[in-house]
């Protein structure tokens, strides 16, 4: 009885070595995959970067030629010429409609 008491607790001892050599392995592991992880997070994250940034690019392309249209639809040169196209008569001397600024008689 003495000898399988002895034995149970040497199978044990022998457990308990194998699940902290089991342990560190893992922990090992962990320890050489969570780099690996941790890049390829950061290489997704540039690439929604970029790719958002370029967005923004065009955005914002888009933004000034608005602009620059807005612009040229406004400037004097393209309204004389609309004026002239449709016979508003811009460079037209203009006529009084009412009298201001005269006493009454």
């Given at each position: ?65 608005q602009e620059f249209e807005i612009n040229k639809l406004t400037s004097l040169e393209y309204l004389a010429g609309f004026a002239e196209h449709a016979g ?18």
């Open positions: 009885m003495i000898d399988d008491v002895q034995n149970v607790s040497v199978k044990s001892g022998n457990h308990g070595f194998i699940g902290i050599v089991v342990l560190l392995i893992l922990m090992g592991l962990m320890v050489c995959m969570v780099p690996v992880y941790m890049q390829n997070r950061i290489n997704h994250l540039y690439g929604n970067f970029y790719s958002l940034r370029e967005k923004v690019n065009l955005l914002n392309r888009e933004i000034l030629l508003l008569g811009l460079y037209d001397v203009p006529v009084k409609v009412m009298v201001s600024g005269v006493p009454n008689e």
